[in-house]
């Protein structure tokens, strides 16, 4: 079964940085695309960014583009989001997830059929 955990949220000012990470068990994690959403209050799933099993591709939201980066390890299981310049705006909960299927790769949350339980991200202004 695959599980995925997400840590490093927390709150943070307005210009700041923060790092996630998203770590993987229950299947081979290097053969499989990881995707990073967030949901505000009141709001709908939004994709944030996704990495290919490789790390070669790479696919940002307009909004984040420039300021967020997505980043695997696949010999620790884990996919990292680094944020930087967070906005009010970025204020959300971060879930990251994955797909059923080996490379597949995916902007919207119907792509992906494992997800983890989220870290709060909250941005002051």
């Known amino acids: 079964q695959v599980q995925l955990v997400e840590s490093g949220g927390g709150l943070v000012q307005a210009g700041g940085s923060l790092r996630l990470s998203c770590a993987a068990s229950?299947?081979?994690?290097?053969?499989?695309?990881m995707g990073w959403f967030r949901q505000a209050p009141g709001k709908e799933r939004e994709f944030v960014a996704a990495i290919s099993w490789t790390g070669a591709r790479l696919n940002y939201a307009d909004s984040v583009k420039g300021r967020f980066t997505i980043s695997r390890d696949n010999a620790k299981n884990t996919v990292y989001l680094q944020m930087n310049s967070l906005k009010p705006e970025d204020t959300a909960v971060y879930h990251c997830?994955?797909?059923?299927?080996?490379?597949?790769?995916?902007?919207?949350?119907?792509?992906?059929?494992?997800w983890g339980q989220g870290t709060q991200v909250t941005v002051s202004s």
């Open positions: 997830a994955a797909p059923e299927r080996a490379g597949w790769m995916s902007t919207t949350p119907g792509g992906y059929a494992y």
């Open positions: 229950g299947r081979t994690f290097s053969s499989y695309a």
